[in-house]
């Protein structure tokens, strides 16, 4: 296949200008970057309860009902691929004809990264040194408020940066959302594909965006981790 014959002001017009073709890649990257986010934040909440437990149970040997249970959560969830956990969301779970397909990807990609977030946590938690845990005892806190107002702020920092991956990982872990028909970035350019008969514009036109998001996310991160270690000098 010759590439330059699809790299013309012809094939250019005909991806993007026709029909307005560009709106496809503009409302896919809001799919994206909607489902993107609103699963972090909530993979965040679901993950800190989880890695709260294991760590609690570590540490002290209680909650452990719900130990187990975060344990069988984790095996589960860590252990089969996120597609197939979209699927079972949308076509057994939420199997409704009017089920919002943005909403049932943002609960399977939360539940999802939550199962990896707990862990990111657990281990900021463990790492905390135990001569933490004996100063907060000895200032009269009890179990949960040397949790709260000294392990977890020094946990938080430590976990800071591998979110921040988690996050950036993520993102194009989304571009499966095509598989129950949600017109994410990725399904943007396939369409305008299988519309053109132009398959490099349109899928070098998707690899692109998500290469410029991931490149200004991982310097993000990248500024974030030198300022927690001058913060720590």
């Not at 029909?19 to 994206?32: A, E, H, Q, S």
Request: with cysteine.
């Amino acid at each position: 296949m010759n590439l330059s014959q699809y790299l013309t002001k012809e094939h250019f017009y005909l991806n993007f200008i026709v029909d307005d073709r560009y709106m496809f890649f503009v409302n896919g990257l809001k799919v994206t970057l909607t489902v993107t986010l609103f699963a972090v934040l909530l993979g965040i909440v679901i993950g800190f309860l989880v890695g709260t437990i294991r760590s609690t149970c570590d540490k002290t040997g209680k909650l452990k009902v719900l130990d187990m249970i975060a344990r069988v959560y984790l095996s589960i969830i860590r252990g089969t691929p996120v597609v197939v956990q979209l699927m079972i969301m949308y076509y057994v779970i939420f199997s409704s004809p009017d089920a919002s397909k943005v909403m049932t990807a943002i609960l399977s990609f939360a539940i999802n990264s939550g199962a990896y977030v707990a862990e990111i946590f657990r281990s900021g938690i463990m790492s905390i040194d135990n001569g933490q845990f004996e100063a907060g005892r000895s200032l009269g806190f009890n179990y949960a408020q040397t949790i709260w107002y000294i392990i977890l702020p020094q946990a938080f920092k430590n976990a800071l940066p591998p979110l921040c991956n988690e996050f950036i990982a993520l993102l194009k872990e989304t571009s499966v959302v095509g598989f129950i028909a949600l017109q994410d970035l990725t399904r943007a350019g396939d369409l305008v594909r299988s519309r053109t008969y132009n398959p490099v514009l349109p899928l070098i036109t998707v690899a692109l965006i998500y290469w410029v998001i991931v490149t200004i996310l991982t310097k993000l991160v990248g500024i974030l981790e030198r300022r927690l270690r001058k913060s720590e000098r």
